[in-house]
């Protein structure tokens, strides 16, 4: 992702929110796939500034959990309820 963000000038910046473990059980491909899309829409819908992953490890539930941010557009107030449903 870091060439099509360089090529906007968009920043991409990783940050590790603590120790993650060297050996984890998971599927690679779907993880993979699901962070490719989220950081290629963070990149795609940023024309300006920096898409964030921040990855963290929860020891006590055993999860690893990443947060995408970006400086984008967004999503409007009166679409949410059309695109999310809780």
């Given amino acids: 992702m870091r060439p099509r963000a360089a090529e906007k000038r968009v920043q991409v910046l990783l940050e590790l929110?603590?120790?993650i473990p060297e050996r984890l059980v998971?599927?690679?491909v779907r993880l993979?796939?699901?962070?490719l899309n989220l950081v290629g829409n963070?990149?795609?819908f940023t024309s300006a500034g920096q898409v964030r992953v921040r990855t963290r490890y929860d020891a006590f539930d055993r999860t690893l959990e990443f947060d995408v941010e970006?400086?984008?557009i967004g999503i409007a107030e009166n679409v949410l309820d059309e695109i999310f449903e809780p």
């Fill in 70 to 72: 970006d400086s984008g």
């Fill in 32 to 35: 993979r796939q699901i962070l």
């Fill in 42 to 44: 963070a990149v795609k």
């Fill in 17 to 19: 929110d603590g120790p």
């Fill in 26 to 28: 998971s599927d690679p």
